[in-house]
């Protein structure tokens, strides 16, 4: 079995915790990870009247995983959509090399009493061992256990919606600047638009037209347990993680850039949790319409501020890439 330590850290959802780990494992610094902090896709409703808290609207993990063999020297290959017939064969080839990655609805994961088979919720831990025959698992899933959880094979793996397979990519080295601002830049940047304004806008004007029907709030009156608030939840965290980020590249290169970056991501951490909150109010109480115009006009305020984020990140890339030396020491 791989010998590895489930470890939660603060701010960090249950894929971060797996990533979290995968580094250590590999001896990797896991704050790289953070440069997918302003990641944020919003799935829109498709009528004006249909329910706001109905599917995982907000998803802040990143659409794809080069950086993390660019910034923390991880290789991943990644199975999905898997064909079940195939699992049994890939757990035996990949945990010889090393943690494998889950994709499963916490419905099925017996040690998480909260959500066992009683509460839908996309769900990542590693898996260290898979042996068909003796009808086991051993999870590693510091999100919810601090240590090692045995479970049953034939409980869980069928219900597996993707794997991803870890290796040791080049051996661990600091990653520069330039490389950091360029992940970041990936994440959020296509065909030099800011798609993470547009999905903000979005949600803004769906927040601004929504009522919360007496059939929603029956359907969702466990609100706390709705996917809808819990990846609300990680816009928070995720914007707070980047913060986190940008602070430690601040003692390690010197830019003034780099503190008013991680300023500008805590500043707006503090809004998206205004934001949850006044939705939750209006859930709740009867001003829901003064609730939400204040979280649509908040909504308008982040875009434009994480615009402003975003165009000093590509300023800071295109700095570092005339100074090239910048990724291999400090200022």
């Not at 994480?306 to 400090?330: H, P, Y």
Request: charged fraction near 20%.
């Amino acid at each position: 079995m791989i010998e590895l330590r489930p470890r939660h850290t603060h701010l960090h959802g249950c894929y971060d915790d797996m990533i979290g780990c995968v580094a250590e494992y590999y001896g990797s610094n896991a704050i790289y990870s953070y440069v997918t902090g302003l990641c944020f896709n919003y799935t829109r409703k498709a009528v004006v009247e249909a329910p706001l808290l109905d599917v995982y609207r907000i998803v802040c993990l990143p659409k794809g995983l080069r950086y993390l063999t660019d910034c923390l020297n991880i290789d991943v290959q990644v199975y999905y959509p898997i064909r079940k017939n195939d699992i049994d064969l890939l757990l035996k080839k990949n945990l010889a090399c090393g943690p494998v990655g889950v994709n499963v609805d916490a419905y099925y994961c017996s040690w998480n009493t909260e959500y066992y088979q009683r509460y839908r919720m996309p769900h990542y831990f590693l898996l260290t061992q898979a042996d068909k025959q003796r009808d086991i698992i051993a999870c590693a899933d510091g999100y919810i256990f601090p240590e090692i959880k045995e479970a049953s094979y034939q409980s869980l793996i069928p219900h597996i919606n993707a794997l991803l397979c870890f290796r040791q990519g080049r051996e661990a080295t600091e990653p520069g600047l330039h490389t950091i601002c360029n992940n970041v830049k990936k994440e959020i940047v296509v065909n030099e638009q800011y798609t993470i304004c547009h999905q903000i806008e979005m949600f803004a004007n769906d927040i601004l037209n929504h009522h919360f029907s007496e059939k929603e709030k029956f359907l969702f009156k466990d609100l706390m347990h709705s996917q809808f608030i819990f990846s609300s939840a990680m816009v928070h965290d995720s914007r707070m993680r980047f913060s986190l980020l940008f602070a430690y590249l601040y003692e390690r290169f010197g830019y003034s850039e780099l503190q008013e970056i991680c300023k500008a991501a805590s500043a707006s951490a503090k809004k998206w949790k205004v934001v949850f909150n006044l939705i939750i109010k209006a859930f709740y109480s009867c001003a829901e319409k003064t609730a939400l115009d204040s979280a649509h006009t908040t909504l308008l305020e982040i875009a434009d501020e994480e615009c402003g984020i975003i165009d000093a990140v590509i300023a800071l890339q295109e700095k570092t890439r005339s100074i090239g030396s910048v990724d291999t020491i400090g200022f």
